[in-house]
């Protein structure tokens, strides 16, 4: 009996992304939350490598042990060779969408071992992310979304979309769990989903989603030629105590912030803003004598404060 259209195309994809990206591999891990994307992914993963399912249980919505529950079942069933649930406590830091991100992330870098992580990201949710970069301003890294393979995190949904995940569930008899977040207008991402992009599709006459997709990816190939020369750039321009302002004034623009963002994260900088990074740049672009810049960081009752003396970039703790 011929396998039905969705499934087929779905695990053509995933086993030619598999072919390119992860050549040798013997088994893998799938991020499973229950909804259409990661169950269909996971049905088409468990057919292709041994495959071990990681369900993450962020415990912020009443009877969310038993959706967690039932998707470990869904995924035994679809023959995964193991499956796992991850309970885990959601802090507040960046806002609820940003703390259970975290808390997932976090998760899963504890559980795979030293499996490669599929996440089910689809085109749909790289045209929300490019979207979120544009209104935040966050500059062209954040404007580029995704990337497709980002170790040890793989997505090889990211050309395909929602669409054809929810086809191949329903072909494939299996009822997705629907998050209600993700219809909740108190969430960014559910309001760019369900009213900006139907919207911007109907006023552009289609074609949106995948625009917005193609802009990413030649995004992400014009960041990796920037960051490589900025790597180069990073040993010329820096001393013992800091980085040479005199020497970084003489880079370009795009090419000296990615040195400096580059040294902020070397030396602790975590969750670093393009307002940040800009504000570092302005001590060596724009000069004035002014103050030292505070850079986020995951430090206790201190903070990270970039700044400049005798014609140097440093970066000091101070406490909070």
């Known amino acids: 009996m011929d396998r039905p259209r969705a499934v087929a195309a779905l695990r053509a994809e995933v086993a030619g992304f598999a072919r390119r990206h992860m ?104 045209a929300e992310t490019v979207l979120l970069g544009l209104g935040r301003g966050s500059g062209p890294r954040s404007i580029a979304g995704m990337r497709v393979c980002d170790p040890p995190w793989f997505r090889p949904l990211l050309g395909v979309r929602r669409a054809a995940t929810v086809a191949a569930c329903a072909e494939l008899g299996l009822q997705p769990w629907v998050d209600p977040h993700n219809a909740d207008p108190r969430y960014t991402r559910s309001r760019l989903r369900t009213e900006v992009l139907p919207l911007l599709e109907d006023v552009l006459a289609g074609g949106v989603a995948g625009a917005l997709a193609r802009t990413a990816a030649a995004l992400q190939d014009d960041n990796d030629t920037l960051d490589a020369q900025a790597d180069a750039a990073l040993g010329d321009v820096t001393t013992g105590v800091g980085l040479d302002t005199a020497r970084l004034a003489m880079l370009p623009a795009a090419i000296r912030r990615r040195v400096i963002r580059a040294w902020l994260l070397a030396g602790g900088a975590r969750g670093l803003t393009d307002t940040q990074i800009q504000g570092v740049d302005a001590l060596v672009s724009a000069w004035r004598g002014q103050g030292g810049v505070a850079v986020g960081s995951e430090l206790t009752r201190q903070r990270l404060i970039a700044g400049r003396r005798d014609g140097i970039l440093t970066l000091r703790r101070e406490p909070v």
Not at 23 to 30: A, K, P
Not at 38 to 54: E, H, K, M, R, W
Not at 71 to 97: H, K, N, Y
């Open 23 to 126: 050549s040798g591999q013997r088994r893998w891990c799938v991020a499973l939350s229950g909804g259409a994307d990661s169950l269909a992914l996971t049905a088409v993963a468990a057919g292709i490598l041994p495959t071990t399912a990681l369900i993450v249980d962020h415990g912020l919505q009443p009877g969310s042990a038993a959706v967690a529950e039932t998707a470990r079942e869904q995924a035994v069933t679809l023959g995964c060779a193991d499956a796992r649930v991850l309970t885990v406590a959601v802090g507040t830091a960046g806002g609820p969408e940003a703390a259970a991100r975290t808390a997932r992330y976090d998760a899963l870098s504890a559980a795979h071992g030293d499996a490669p992580v599929l996440l089910a990201h689809t085109l749909d949710d790289q």
